[in-house]
Each structure stands twice: as structure tokens, then as C-alpha cells.
């Protein structure tokens, strides 16, 4: 991983070595991340139950509806307060976030505050793991050598727990999750023709 200062050029945290070209480049959906990276429908189920039971439990005391009501009204700000700051979250980190593959790489360029960047050359990648959300949105997940460890802390929500506690990279909720995996796979698959970069184990998956 390689920190950066400064503006990130066309996404990339510098320019590309003569001969590389970038092949496809996309950014997370905000809405996708707020719904799998925040879980923003379970805090809307949690606090939906929290206001009814809250609700019921006024009318068991003795009160009113409209007491009732006006008693779980806080629930109720709280509850709404929690999704649109999780959606803002997730609004900032897909502005933020730029995902990029080139015909030697995946590049990672992500943060807030501080800008960052990760470098997969294709010959540091084992496999590839695609998985496809209900609404259209998907995770490409890329399996490292067991010797690479990477902070999950760090590049959350960039990441996900893989096998043995070792964190994988993911280029996360991206919209045509097919396009970027065809594309990532012709260019191992070229990679993988090249003697000189030849990482001859990897393999793209996909994962329901």
C-alpha cells in the first residue's frame, strides 16, 4: 500500500508507466455501499421495532395513542437521524473512491482525509471472487499470496475477512460488476501469456 498527497490524477495516485493503459475505471454506487456496507434496512428494521415497542409498551401502561405516538417520536428522529448520516457516510466514501484496472494492475484509490492508494499487480493476485447484490450491484474479491497482509481497518469498506483472519481487497458495490470482471479477466488472462509477468495461478470466480 502507498500513501499520496495531493489531488489524485484521473483517479490513479500518479501517472502510469509508459505502455500501461487503463482499461476500465469506476467508483462505488452511494447507494449500494449505504445498503451492504452500512446496513442501513437493518437499522431501519431495528429502530421500526424499537418505535412499535416503545408504541405498545405506553398503551400497556395506560396511555393514549396519540401519547403513545408522540412518546416514540424520538425513537423515531434517532432512527432517521442513524440512515441519513450512514447514506452521508457512504456518499463521501463513493466520492472519494476511485477503482481501476489497468493491463498490469488493480489500483485502489480511496480516503477522506487522507488520500491513499493500493497497487495489486496482477502477479501479487491468486484469484478473483465476484459476487452480484440483488439490486444490480457487486464485490470483486481478490485473494492475496498468504505472505501479503493487509489492514482491515484500514481499507474498510475496500475489504472483506477472508480465510485465516487475512483481509481481501474488494473493489466494492460497483455497478455492472460483469463488465469489470470480463474486462479484469481478459487482462489476466493476457498477463498470464506474458512470460515476464506471468502469474500463472489465478483464476477469476464467481460467487452467488
Not at 500513501?3 to 508507466?17: E, H, N, S, T, Y
Not at 447507494?31 to 452500512?38: G, P
Not at 463513493?94 to 482525509?113: D, F
Not at 483472519?165 to 474488494?170: D, F
Amino acid at each position: 500500500m502507498s500513501r499520496f498527497k495531493g489531488r489524485p490524477m484521473d483517479g490513479l495516485p500518479g501517472r502510469l508507466p509508459a505502455g500501461e493503459k487503463v482499461l476500465w475505471q469506476s467508483v462505488p454506487s452511494w447507494r449500494a455501499l449505504a445498503r451492504h456496507a452500512f446496513r442501513i434496512r437493518l437499522v431501519s428494521v431495528y429502530f421500526s421495532l424499537l418505535v412499535i415497542w416503545r408504541i405498545a409498551g405506553s398503551m400497556m401502561s395506560g396511555h393514549d395513542l396519540r401519547y403513545a405516538v408522540v412518546s416514540a417520536a424520538s425513537c423515531v428522529i434517532l432512527g432517521a437521524s442513524g440512515v441519513v448520516l450512514f447514506c452521508f457516510f457512504a456518499w463521501l466514501i463513493a466520492r472519494t473512491t476511485t477503482y481501476t484496472i489497468t493491463q498490469k494492475r488493480v489500483v485502489l484509490t480511496y480516503g477522506m482525509a487522507l488520500p491513499k492508494s493500493l497497487n495489486l499487480p496482477f502477479t501479487a493476485i491468486e484469484a478473483a471472487d465476484m459476487r452480484i447484490n440483488a439490486d444490480g450491484s457487486g464485490d470483486i474479491a481478490f485473494r492475496l499470496p498468504t505472505g501479503k497482509r493487509l489492514s482491515y481497518l484500514l481499507l474498510w469498506p475496500h475489504v472483506r475477512a477472508g480465510t485465516q483472519g487475512r483481509a481481501q481487497p474488494v473493489l466494492r458495490c460497483v455497478l455492472a460488476p460483469q463488465e469489470a470482471a470480463e474486462i479484469l479477466s481478459q487482462a489476466l488472462s493476457v498477463a498470464i501469456a506474458t512470460p515476464a509477468s506471468a502469474p500463472q495461478k489465478t483464476t477469476l470466480a464467481h460467487a452467488a
